[in-house]
Structures are given as structure tokens and as C-alpha cells.
């Protein structure tokens, strides 16, 4: 029981997905929150500490979604074995707080009534009762309360309603719960939730209400012709919107550094500090922190089609689809979060019961391209397709992905006829929330998180990795006059970069790049945000506040390339090779690593990490080597 108010109690949010835990848990904690891992496993632990009215000290921890204490994903296992006590590194919480859909409460209650049954002191939020009234639901929370033998908080948490309510509900002594009184088995507590739901969450029979507003967008967003034509729709916006919203705030980014590089050139001497800074640090974090606003532009659209409902409606769609794979409309979340990022994607792969899909799902995550290759991709689709519309990028960047994802698929089928089957037999249920109004302060937090993170990765690892390329360019410097000391493209090609690529040059010819190109090649692998800064780098772009101009340069010295018998290196069947590269190469070290501590298994992280390289070098060969038999070279 809580009476002891000096002292710190657990208190641990558990529901079903779509259920409105993350609002929750977002409008209790506020900005006092941090991520980790549980104890011997890589699922998140969210936590976060808030205080009730009476200045009692809370710590609040959000446990994975769950649909019930009989676990089948590893999210669920999670879940249950922190209520349960045998998660290592937790303790029992003090306080379990139900939050349910008021407009699926039905389908809800059994998670609660398992929660109930463990006898720890229990308060149920009742979220989204705006939705379950306007839907013809008649609620009676104090009825509500009494057959459950707990508290019950109705809420609006979208909108803030509720929860000082509920700070209060936590705020009262709650004791331990006496025995339940329905049986414990299946079909005890269905018969129980039957009798709850007639009793306090009664649904009109008014014809007003046999269709609500969700029921009537489904029959648009669900059906076999227009659901698709909707989702092409849907995704041909978001391409468009990367290129036509994004330019503006892109042109502003450049001017930024082009301003910073030519004031650092304006007050400092000429020599190899000044060089780092303006042609290694700007120019490498310009080249990469440019592509921002079109990255936040992609979080904006998963955020939305969270928030809103829909992503659950395009999973129920790819579920037909991906059956036909091996796989279920379950690993449609994980693969177009793959989409924005593949660590998150991969991770996201715990809600998957079956070991086997779960499996190849991770394996691939990487071919679904993530917001890293939309740097390289915008910079190859201007150079295959100057002075283009918006919507020819658009179709092309659609055309881009879809590549990934049909090879996905299609390595998908191949290792499900490889791979030994589940013992259990999963089947896909999915919970279809009811559409809301998007949440603009989740969306504002999703991005703005996404963003900073971006931001870190470019003030860290990809400064690093541009000083490193800044530095590898500019040693060893020629000696006074000499012939390269006069001529910077040969003074770059005597340079420990130069050497580097010379020396993977024959590698990289097949596939139609030189040196330069295939030193570029090379440092993606650690980031493939480094891939533009490197052709900057290497070309000896300079920063400029002009974003057309800049790209026109590059466009410039890439068409004037030649080989040294005279034949042009960058033709349209180069391009079009690099594109396939990126496309499946699986150019990100950090993925590697959490697919090495999602599988436990180090040999199939290795395997993934070079059978893909592999598989990218040959289809980039055989696009460049079958177009020039076919004369398009």
C-alpha cells in the first residue's frame, strides 16, 4: 500500500498499442525522461519521474505494448515479466496504470483483467472518450469502477484532459487488491467483459451511430481499388513533398554555410588551417546537414500516418502482399520504419511472434532505403535528370524505393523456402485504432528528436570522417615547385586519398567509377551521409551560398571527367550503376552492430553485411556492363 509520502514508488504504464501510452507517459514526465535498455536484452525501457499534488515523487516507467500477459512477441515477454517480478534489474512496480481506448474497450479489457488477476494496486485511464461517445458509446465510468474494483480516470490525453485527474487517482492510498471476483480461465474473463460492457459501455442502436466516421473512411482506405490507388497517392506525395517543400529550406541551409565559409576565408590567413575549416569542416557538414529539412520532411509523413491511424490501414493492405513473401502484414511497421532509419526498423521487429519472420524481416530491413541514402539519391537523380519537375523526381525516387522493397520481398520468399519453420504457428491479428486528428506536439517532438539526432551524427561521426577526408587529400603536400604543387588535381591524385583510390580503382572500374568516385564509394560505408561531402571534397567544390551553383559545379566537374583515353566517366549508365550500388549496398556499420544484438549472433551480422555488399557490387556490374554491350554506355 503507498502511504509513506517522503518515499520514491514505481509506477508502470502497460496497455495495447494505439492505446495513447506514449501521450500519457509524454504529458507525466514532460522533459524528464530517458531511454535505456532492460536488463540482459535489447528491448527499450522508457522512464521518466513526475510528482502528484500532494508533492509525492513518482518515477513512471512505459512498458512495451502488449495485447496480454500470455506472451507471444518479445516486447510482450518484456511487459509481463516486469509485472510478474522476474525481469532482472526491476522490481515489481508499486502501481500499474491500464490505459485502454475508450472505443475498443471491448477488446481491451482482457489485458486489464490479466493485470487485475496479479493483485497489484491498479488504476485503469480511460483514454479517447471523446471518440467512444461520438461513436455512440454510453459510458459510465462509476459504474465502471465498481465492477472492476479499481479506479477508473476518464481522459482526452491528446489534449491535456484528465490528467491531473489521474496525478490525483496515484496521489490517494491505493491497497493491494482483494481477490477478483470472476473465474480465471478464457472463458471467465470474456463472460466477465460481456457483462461489464452491458452494464457501463453501452452502444446506441440509433442508426446515427451504425457507421462511425472511421467505419466510413475504411470503406475507402481498406478496399481493394481505392485503399491501393489511396496508398500510391499517399506515397507519391510524400516523394513529392521531399523535393518541392524542401527547397527553400535547403536553399536557406546553404546560403548558412556558404556565408560561414566565406567569412572564415575573409578573417583568416591563407594556409592548411584555414583549409580544414572552410573546405574539410564546412564544406563536409554543409554538404550533409543540407539534406536536413528533407529528412525531417519524411519523419513528418510517418508521424502523420502514426498519429492519425492510417499506418495500421496500410499494414492490414500489405498484409495480402506480403503473405505471398512468407512474411505478414506484422513486419510491414518494422520495414517502413526501416525506411527512415534501419536501427529503429530492426528493433521494431520485437512485436513479432514468429522467430522465423522476425528473422528475415531483419535480414531485410537494410534493402528498404532509409533517410541516409536521400542525400545520394537526390544528388544522382539531378545529375541523371537536370532541370526535371518536381514530379518526375518524385516518380523517380518512387522508382528507387520500390526497387528495394520488390528485392526485399523477393529475398524474403528465397530464405522462407531456406530457413527451418516455427514450432508455433502465428497468425496476424492487428488492432485498427480509430482515425484521430494528428497529435502536432507528438509530431513536433518526433521530428525535432529526429533532427537532433541527425545533427549529433553530423557534428560526430561525419565531422570526423571529414577532417579524416579533408586530412587524407591534402598529405602528403607536393614539394615547392613541383608540377603538382601548380596543379591541385594532381597535387589530390599524389595524395594519401589519391593512392587509396588508385589502389581500388581496378575493383571499381567494372562498375564505370574511377579513383575518385571509388574513394567516395569507400568512406560511405561508415556513413553514407559522407558520400556528397567526399565528391565535394574530392572535386574541390567550394562552399558557396548558392545551392544551384554548387550542385551545378559538381554537375560541371563530374560531365568533364574523362578517362585517360578520353571517354567521358560519368554518362548516364554510371549514374544509374552508383544508384543500384546505394540501393543495396549495406552501407551503415551501426546497423551491423544492432543486428548483431538483435540476433545474438555475430556470423549472421557478418554474412548480412558482406552478402549484401556482394549482391550490390554484382547488380551495380551487371547494369553497367549489360548497358554497354546494349550501347547505352
Same mark, same amino acid.
Not at 474494483?149 to 481522459?155: A, L, Q, R
Not at 530457413?419 to 494528428?438: G, N, Q, T
Not at 554474412?607 to 549489360?626: E, K, P, W
Given at each position: 500500500m503507498i502511504t509513506d509520502s517522503s518515499e520514491s514508488n514505481t509506477v508502470a504504464l502497460v496497455g495495447n498499442p494505439n492505446a495513447g501510452k506514449t501521450t500519457i507517459f509524454n504529458a507525466l514526465t514532460g522533459q524528464s525522461q530517458k531511454v535505456g535498455n532492460y536488463s540482459g536484452v535489447t528491448v527499450s525501457e522508457k522512464s521518466g519521474k513526475f510528482h502528484t499534488p500532494d508533492g509525492r515523487k513518482m518515477n513512471l516507467i512505459d512498458l512495451p505494448g502488449c495485447l496480454s500477459l500470455t506472451p507471444v512477441s518479445v516486447d510482450e515477454k518484456i511487459a509481463a515479466s516486469v509485472?510478474?517480478?522476474?525481469? &532482472?534489474?526491476?522490481?515489481?512496480? =508499486?502501481?500499474?496504470?491500464?490505459?485502454? =481506448? &475508450? %472505443?475498443?474497450?471491448?477488446?481491451?479489457?482482457?489485458? @486489464?483483467?490479466?493485470?487485475?488477476?496479479?493483485g497489484l494496486p491498479t488504476v485503469l485511464a480511460l483514454n479517447m472518450v471523446d471518440m467512444a461517445e461520438s461513436g455512440g458509446v454510453r459510458l459510465d465510468t462509476a459504474l465502471l469502477s465498481e465492477e472492476l474494483g479499481i479506479p477508473v480516470v476518464p481522459m482526452q490525453a491528446n489534449k491535456g484532459k484528465g490528467i491531473i485527474e489521474l496525478k490525483q487517482a496515484l496521489r490517494m492510498p491505493l491497497p493491494a487488491l482483494s481477490k477478483h471476483h470472476w473465474d480465471a480461465t478464457y472463458e471467465g474473463r470474456m463472460s466477465k467483459i460481456g457483462v461489464i460492457i452491458e452494464a457501463a459501455a453501452r452502444r446506441s442502436d440509433s442508426d446515427e451511430y451504425s457507421h462511425t466516421t472511421s467505419d466510413k473512411l475504411d470503406s475507402w482506405f481498406l478496399h481493394p481499388f481505392t485503399g491501393w490507388l489511396s496508398f500510391i497517392v499517399i506515397m507519391l506525395s510524400v516523394f513529392w513533398s521531399i523535393f518541392a517543400l524542401s527547397e527553400a529550406p535547403m536553399g536557406m541551409v546553404e546560403e548558412a554555410f556558404g556565408g560561414l565559409g566565406n567569412w572564415v576565408n575573409s578573417v583568416m590567413p591563407e594556409g592548411d588551417l584555414r583549409s580544414l575549416i572552410v573546405d574539410g569542416v564546412i564544406a563536409g557538414l554543409g554538404g550533409t546537414v543540407i539534406f536536413l529539412p528533407q529528412i525531417m520532411i519524411l519523419f513528418f509523413f510517418i508521424g502523420l500516418m502514426e498519429t492519425t491511424?492510417?499506418?495500421?490501414?496500410?499494414?492490414?493492405?500489405? =498484409?495480402?502482399?506480403?503473405?505471398?513473401? +512468407?512474411?505478414?502484414?506484422?513486419?510491414?511497421?518494422?520495414?517502413?520504419?526501416?525506411?527512415?532509419?534501419? !536501427?529503429? +526498423? !530492426?528493433?521494431?521487429?520485437? #512485436?513479432?511472434? %514468429?522467430?522465423?519472420?522476425?528473422? !528475415?524481416?531483419?535480414?531485410?530491413?537494410?534493402?528498404?532505403?532509409?533517410?541516409?541514402?536521400?542525400? @545520394?539519391? #537526390?544528388?544522382?537523380?539531378?545529375?541523371?535528370l537536370p532541370g526535371v519537375s518536381f514530379l518526375n523526381k518524385a516518380l523517380m525516387m518512387l522508382g528507387i524505393y520500390s526497387v528495394g522493397i520488390i528485392t526485399g520481398f523477393i529475398a524474403a520468399k528465397v530464405l522462407r523456402t531456406r530457413i527451418p519453420a516455427d514450432k508455433e504457428v502465428s497468425h496476424f491479428m492487428l488492432e485498427l485504432p480509430s482515425y484521430r486528428a494528428p497529435q502536432i506536439g507528438y509530431l513536433l517532438r518526433q521530428i525535432a528528436s529526429r533532427a537532433w539526432s541527425f545533427l549529433k551524427r553530423a557534428g560526430t561521426v561525419i565531422l570526423g570522417l571529414t577532417i579524416l577526408l579533408w586530412a587524407l587529400q591534402t598529405y602528403p603536400k607536393p614539394d615547392e615547385g613541383t608540377a603538382a604543387a601548380e596543379d591541385s588535381a594532381l597535387a589530390l591524385e599524389q595524395s594519401f586519398m589519391g593512392m587509396a583510390g588508385k589502389t581500388v580503382e581496378p575493383v571499381m572500374k567494372p562498375l564505370g567509377y574511377d579513383w575518385r568516385m571509388g574513394t567516395a564509394v569507400i568512406a560511405s560505408f561508415a556513413a553514407r551521409e559522407v558520400f556528397v561531402s567526399n565528391l565535394m571534397i574530392t572535386y574541390s567544390i567550394e562552399e558557396d551560398d548558392d545551392e544551384d551553383k554548387m550542385n551545378q559545379s559538381l554537375r560541371d566537374k563530374l560531365v568533364a571527367s574523362t578517362w585517360p583515353d578520353g571517354r567521358k566517366i560519368y554518362t548516364p549508365l554510371t549514374i544509374l550503376s552508383l544508384l543500384v550500388f546505394f540501393i543495396y549496398a549495406l552501407q551503415c556499420l551501426p546497423t551491423t552492430v544492432v543486428v548483431m544484438r538483435e540476433l545474438n549472433s555475430k556470423k549472421w551480422a557478418i554474412y548480412q553485411l558482406v552478402g549484401m555488399s556482394a549482391f550490390a557490387y554484382v547488380a551495380a556490374l551487371s547494369v553497367f556492363q549489360i548497358g554497354k554491350l546494349l550501347g547505352f554506355e
Amino acid at each position: 500500500m503507498i502511504t509513506d509520502s517522503s518515499e520514491s514508488n514505481t509506477v508502470a504504464l502497460v496497455g495495447n498499442p494505439n492505446a495513447g501510452k506514449t501521450t500519457i507517459f509524454n504529458a507525466l514526465t514532460g522533459q524528464s525522461q530517458k531511454v535505456g535498455n532492460y536488463s540482459g536484452v535489447t528491448v527499450s525501457e522508457k522512464s521518466g519521474k513526475f510528482h502528484t499534488p500532494d508533492g509525492r515523487k513518482m518515477n513512471l516507467i512505459d512498458l512495451p505494448g502488449c495485447l496480454s500477459l500470455t506472451p507471444v512477441s518479445v516486447d510482450e515477454k518484456i511487459a509481463a515479466s516486469v509485472l510478474m517480478g522476474s525481469q &532482472a534489474g526491476e522490481k515489481v512496480p =508499486d502501481v500499474v496504470v491500464c490505459v485502454v =481506448d &475508450a %472505443s475498443s474497450l471491448e477488446r481491451q479489457l482482457r489485458l @486489464v483483467l490479466e493485470v487485475i488477476e496479479l493483485g497489484l494496486p491498479t488504476v485503469l485511464a480511460l483514454n479517447m472518450v471523446d471518440m467512444a461517445e461520438s461513436g455512440g458509446v454510453r459510458l459510465d465510468t462509476a459504474l465502471l469502477s465498481e465492477e472492476l474494483g479499481i479506479p477508473v480516470v476518464p481522459m482526452q490525453a491528446n489534449k491535456g484532459k484528465g490528467i491531473i485527474e489521474l496525478k490525483q487517482a496515484l496521489r490517494m492510498p491505493l491497497p493491494a487488491l482483494s481477490k477478483h471476483h470472476w473465474d480465471a480461465t478464457y472463458e471467465g474473463r470474456m463472460s466477465k467483459i460481456g457483462v461489464i460492457i452491458e452494464a457501463a459501455a453501452r452502444r446506441s442502436d440509433s442508426d446515427e451511430y451504425s457507421h462511425t466516421t472511421s467505419d466510413k473512411l475504411d470503406s475507402w482506405f481498406l478496399h481493394p481499388f481505392t485503399g491501393w490507388l489511396s496508398f500510391i497517392v499517399i506515397m507519391l506525395s510524400v516523394f513529392w513533398s521531399i523535393f518541392a517543400l524542401s527547397e527553400a529550406p535547403m536553399g536557406m541551409v546553404e546560403e548558412a554555410f556558404g556565408g560561414l565559409g566565406n567569412w572564415v576565408n575573409s578573417v583568416m590567413p591563407e594556409g592548411d588551417l584555414r583549409s580544414l575549416i572552410v573546405d574539410g569542416v564546412i564544406a563536409g557538414l554543409g554538404g550533409t546537414v543540407i539534406f536536413l529539412p528533407q529528412i525531417m520532411i519524411l519523419f513528418f509523413f510517418i508521424g502523420l500516418m502514426e498519429t492519425t491511424g492510417y499506418m495500421s490501414r496500410a499494414a492490414y493492405l500489405m =498484409d495480402g502482399v506480403m503473405t505471398k513473401v +512468407g512474411l505478414s502484414g506484422r513486419a510491414f511497421l518494422p520495414l517502413l520504419s526501416s525506411h527512415a532509419c534501419a !536501427i529503429p +526498423g !530492426i528493433m521494431a521487429t520485437r #512485436t513479432i511472434p %514468429s522467430a522465423k519472420e522476425r528473422f !528475415i524481416t531483419i535480414l531485410i530491413a537494410p534493402w528498404m532505403s532509409c533517410s541516409a541514402r536521400i542525400p @545520394v539519391y #537526390t544528388t544522382l537523380i539531378l545529375l541523371l535528370l537536370p532541370g526535371v519537375s518536381f514530379l518526375n523526381k518524385a516518380l523517380m525516387m518512387l522508382g528507387i524505393y520500390s526497387v528495394g522493397i520488390i528485392t526485399g520481398f523477393i529475398a524474403a520468399k528465397v530464405l522462407r523456402t531456406r530457413i527451418p519453420a516455427d514450432k508455433e504457428v502465428s497468425h496476424f491479428m492487428l488492432e485498427l485504432p480509430s482515425y484521430r486528428a494528428p497529435q502536432i506536439g507528438y509530431l513536433l517532438r518526433q521530428i525535432a528528436s529526429r533532427a537532433w539526432s541527425f545533427l549529433k551524427r553530423a557534428g560526430t561521426v561525419i565531422l570526423g570522417l571529414t577532417i579524416l577526408l579533408w586530412a587524407l587529400q591534402t598529405y602528403p603536400k607536393p614539394d615547392e615547385g613541383t608540377a603538382a604543387a601548380e596543379d591541385s588535381a594532381l597535387a589530390l591524385e599524389q595524395s594519401f586519398m589519391g593512392m587509396a583510390g588508385k589502389t581500388v580503382e581496378p575493383v571499381m572500374k567494372p562498375l564505370g567509377y574511377d579513383w575518385r568516385m571509388g574513394t567516395a564509394v569507400i568512406a560511405s560505408f561508415a556513413a553514407r551521409e559522407v558520400f556528397v561531402s567526399n565528391l565535394m571534397i574530392t572535386y574541390s567544390i567550394e562552399e558557396d551560398d548558392d545551392e544551384d551553383k554548387m550542385n551545378q559545379s559538381l554537375r560541371d566537374k563530374l560531365v568533364a571527367s574523362t578517362w585517360p583515353d578520353g571517354r567521358k566517366i560519368y554518362t548516364p549508365l554510371t549514374i544509374l550503376s552508383l544508384l543500384v550500388f546505394f540501393i543495396y549496398a549495406l552501407q551503415c556499420l551501426p546497423t551491423t552492430v544492432v543486428v548483431m544484438r538483435e540476433l545474438n549472433s555475430k556470423k549472421w551480422a557478418i554474412y548480412q553485411l558482406v552478402g549484401m555488399s556482394a549482391f550490390a557490387y554484382v547488380a551495380a556490374l551487371s547494369v553497367f556492363q549489360i548497358g554497354k554491350l546494349l550501347g547505352f554506355e
